[in-house]
């Protein structure tokens, strides 16, 4: 049995299908496509569905994945026995392969045993069988066509081997392979012991030979049926988790290299000895199988939120939280656990690599959330079932006012209750929510709120309550203290409601608010809103203003239940508009320091002034060289340094363009506009028409460094740039950077660039003298093959040879000196270069007009080692997976120069 990692596993199975011919395909989403019966996709055929159903055809016939899997709802729900159990998880990988049409049974179950007993190297006779009790093709299969002992192969009803993945949809019988843990019991007792479903067994993987839809009652049928599908064909799973717990002879899937990484990591984190992990090994899994489900649901576009889909990766984040405080984590630290798993699982998801600081950032964010409302969450619980008797049940109305006051998830209640000894009433839960639902989820007069007109209407109904003035909200962006206010509305999916529970998403009106609302390129502010007291809190992240005199926050309750008519505070994130403010001020530096530089052709075509980073558009003809930003930059830092005031007025448009305020070209101004001007004792250096919000004096902004120039479309260009901290830690790694690349050439700072560019020249003489020896002994060893090895095959002059570690330029250069020194001859030529095969073929112009071309041969012959190639006529090359079969390679060469 091999010893192999889980990335080896991976890739030997897709590789062995290829072979088999098997097109390799991506995993999909783990949202299902155009398919509303399925939360997640749980199972490596859901992105073939349509194919099966005879709906969709694809340009092959055979397919093999690495497919992407969630378990967390209905009859396919692993959630609950996520750390207790060795072998459940909410996200895993199936391995598949698939036939639309093409093979069925018995070659399904070949090329499982093959791979199996061959690639992997697994006994025989620690493999045992099943198969569905109708199927005499399936069991004449394993008997019959592989000699397997009829003591191995157990018959099986529906219920373990007749697969379906919903109540409608494909279904057909199984056929599946179990791993013998217990090998020394023997051979009598194994169908009896696969009947019982006993724990000597491990299924490793489903063979589901696709014969049928299964389809609801119409007025032909009562209650289901199945119709033959169209195409019969073969989906089988192969848990990724499984088969390396085998491979790598670990009781648990846990102890693989696909979870231990991840839990190491934890453990560094809190300290552990592997004794002190092992004691508390549960939070642990729990950890490291939820880590991963975050990773790849916010990865695949699903971010936590309330209802559906969004609950899920809301669900895992807050239930590993909870398991992390067991731990001892006080503070949030699963971004750390996140990295674990891109670093353990980036390099076959690429996605994870791309995407993985937005992760880290959902991750820790929607951490935070949790514990800002947690302990609350779980004192109260605490409390209740202190008053319940030894055994009591926790009611499911208890359990919803948790989640509803408090945000506590159902599934963290559940956790805590059953560790305690106590039940919950689920039914009652449920139940509970769904009655909220009903009596807040109907809408008030209003109805639905979608549209500017529907919103101009509510405006107008809080104006003729006496709710709100003329004039509207009371709106002061430009303010950053925290505003005493009132609740006049609450909108949810659309709808106005009285109140609403911890997780919903609500749209929220209030009666005076400084929540700036995203305009001219400056983004909105976030922040939360809290009830009197501190009862209900609400995290608002989006603004609008629909219609003049609105203004609309978005946001979720993470505490509490906010009601129309309650008095709050809103107070915005004061460090996040700092840093806004720093970058919007910064913009207008920018704009002046272009024309200065660069012209007065230079205008604004478009900006973005976020906290983390400013961008700017603007017109000009060509590319801003280097030089040119260097003294931007600099006059920018200069203002900077210098301290310039800067002055905000309201005044007549007619006047602010008389005294020379800049506009933008296209902007629609009132009669009356808010200007902003950057000025010293000597004049002002940027006068705009602008409506966001400033520092007061721009040595506030700390400093500036442009990250990037390039092109937008024809005559426009984009700049990128950093102020405050960010650019303050940006120059910082930049120096660190350059001080390491310092140290390395052994040169004083000033000195550097003299001693790389003498590096270079020595590095460029050395490539040279190394290539004018490379080819001297490519030659020699040429000589000496073409002397020793050359051979007759079927009246043609052969040079078939495996060659030690040699690049692709030695084996071309040899392709020449062969075909300018053999008339009618083919050259094969194989190298495992850096860990991977390479093959050339080359072909003698009088074999080419009688028709043998290099490109014919090379493929049959890279196939054999998991390659394909291909070239001209007289020259093909290739390259290949597996190296250990370059003989082979070279034997199926022999064999077609042979027969040709």
């Not at 983004?523 to 609105?550: C, E, H, R, T, Y």
Request: net charge negative; charged share 25%; hydrophobic share 40%.
């Amino acid at each position: 049995m091999k010893h192999m990692s889980s990335a080896e596993v991976r890739q030997a199975f897709l590789d062995f299908f290829e072979e088999m011919n098997h097109r390799p395909v991506a995993s999909s989403s783990l949202v299902p496509a155009d398919d509303p019966t399925l939360l997640f996709v749980n199972a490596g055929m859901v992105q073939f569905k349509d194919v099966f159903l005879g709906l969709d055809k694809r340009k092959y016939s055979r397919a093999a994945t690495s497919q992407k899997c969630m378990r967390v709802s209905g009859k396919h729900n692993d959630l609950e026995n996520v750390g207790p159990s060795l072998r459940h998880h909410t996200f895993f990988e199936m391995l598949g392969n698939f036939s639309f049409g093409d093979y069925f049974k018995r070659d399904a179950i070949r090329y499982a045993y093959t791979l199996l007993t061959q690639v992997f190297e697994l006994p025989p006779e620690r493999l045992v069988y099943t198969v569905y009790e109708q199927d005499d093709e399936a069991y004449r299969a394993w008997v019959d066509d592989l000699g397997i002992d009829p003591k191995r192969v157990a018959r099986m009803g529906p219920d373990t081997n007749f697969w379906q993945m919903a109540d409608t949809g494909p279904c057909g019988p199984t056929s599946e392979i179990h791993w013998d843990k217990q090998p020394q019991l023997g051979e009598d007792e194994i169908i009896t012991q696969l009947q019982a479903e006993d724990e000597r067994f491990l299924e490793i993987w489903n063979l589901v030979f696709m014969q049928f839809n299964r389809q609801q009652a119409d007025p032909q049928h009562s209650g289901l049926y199945d119709v033959p599908l169209p195409a019969p064909g073969v989906d089988t799973g192969l848990g990724l988790e499984r088969i390396v717990s085998v491979l790598q002879g670990v009781s648990a899937n846990y102890e693989t290299d696909l979870f231990m990484p991840i839990i190491r990591r934890a453990q560094e984190l809190t300290g552990h000895s592997d004794a002190q992990r092992d004691a508390n090994i549960v939070p642990y899994r729990v950890i490291a199988d939820h880590a991963r489900a975050a990773v790849f649901l916010i990865s695949d576009g699903v971010l936590p939120g309330a209802k559906g889909r969004a609950a899920i990766p809301r669900i895992v984040i807050r239930r590993a939280a909870r398991f992390g405080s067991k731990l001892g984590f006080d503070r949030p630290f699963l971004a750390e656990i996140a990295q674990a798993v891109i670093d353990n699982m980036g390099e076959h998801y690429s996605e994870l690599l791309e995407q993985a600081d937005n992760i880290k950032h959902i991750i820790t964010l929607e951490e935070e959330r949790f514990h800002r409302t947690m302990q609350r969450g779980l004192n109260e619980l605490d409390s209740l079932l202190e008053q319940l008797d030894e055994g009591g049940e926790l009611s499911g109305e208890r359990a919803f006012y948790l989640k509803a006051t408090l945000g506590l998830p159902f599934q963290v209640s559940r956790d805590v209750v059953e560790e305690r000894g106590f039940t919950i009433d689920e039914a009652g839960f449920i139940a509970a929510e769904a009655e909220h639902a009903r009596i807040s989820g109907g809408g008030r007069a209003m109805g639905e709120i979608e549209s500017g007109e529907q919103y101009a209407a509510l405006l107008a109904q809080l104006q003729a309550d006496g709710k709100l003035p003329g004039a509207g909200v009371a709106y002061a962006p430009y303010s950053d203290a925290p505003v005493e206010t009132v609740v006049l509305a609450l909108l949810k999916d659309g709808q106005q409601v009285e109140n609403a529970i911890a997780g919903d998403t609500v749209e929220v009106i209030l009666k005076a608010t400084n929540f700036y609302v995203e305009s001219g390129g400056q983004v909105s502010d976030s922040g939360p809103i809290m009830g009197a007291g501190g009862n209900w809190v609400i995290d608002v992240d989006a603004m609008k203003q629909p219609v003049a005199g609105l203004v609309v926050h978005t946001g979720e309750v993470v505490e509490g239940l906010p009601t129309t008519g309650d008095r709050a505070t809103a107070s915005i994130d004061r460090r996040r508009r700092s840093e806004i403010i720093r970058n919007h001020t910064a913009t207008h530096l920018l704009h002046a320091a272009l024309r200065n530089h660069l012209g007065a052709h230079v205008q604004q075509k478009g900006s973005l002034v976020a906290p983390q980073r400013l961008r700017f558009d603007f017109s000009h003809h060509e590319k801003v060289e280097p030089a040119q930003l260097a003294a931007i930059s600099a006059e920018i830092n200069g203002v900077i340094v210098d301290n310039y005031g800067v002055r905000a007025q309201v005044k007549a448009l007619e006047t602010a363009r008389r005294e020379g305020a800049m506009a933008l070209f296209g902007e629609k101004y009132g009669d009356q506009v808010r200007t902003v001007a950057i000025e010293s004792a000597a004049g002002a250096y940027s006068y705009e028409l602008c409506g966001g919000a400033h520092v007061a004096h721009t040595a506030e902004i700390g400093s500036f460094v442009f990250t990037s120039e390039g092109s937008v479309s024809a005559g426009i260009r984009r700049v990128e740039a950093l102020t405050g901290h960010a650019a303050a830690h940006y120059l910082a790694d930049k120096l660190g950077a350059l001080q390491n690349m310092v140290e390395q050439l052994g040169a004083a700072p000033e000195q550097a660039l003299e001693r790389l560019a003498a590096l270079q020249a020595e590095l460029a003489a050395a490539r040279r003298d190394n290539e004018a020896l490379r080819r001297k002994l490519a030659k020699s060893d040429f000589d000496d093959l073409l002397s020793g090895k050359l051979e007759s095959l079927n009246g043609v002059q052969a040079l078939l040879a495996q060659l030690d570690n040699t690049p692709m330029a030695a084996m071309r250069d040899m392709a020449d000196w062969f075909r300018n020194r053999v008339d009618r001859g083919v050259l094969v030529l194989a190298s495992d270069h850096g860990g991977k095969p390479q093959i050339i073929v080359a072909v003698s112009d009088a074999l080419v007009k009688e028709g043998t071309r290099a490109g014919d041969l090379i493929k049959p012959i890279a196939r054999v080692v998991g390659g394909g190639g291909g070239g001209r006529p007289q020259m093909a090359q290739a390259g290949g997976r597996d190296s250990s079969k370059i003989a082979g390679a070279l034997q199926k060469a022999r064999e077609l120069i042979a027969s040709s």
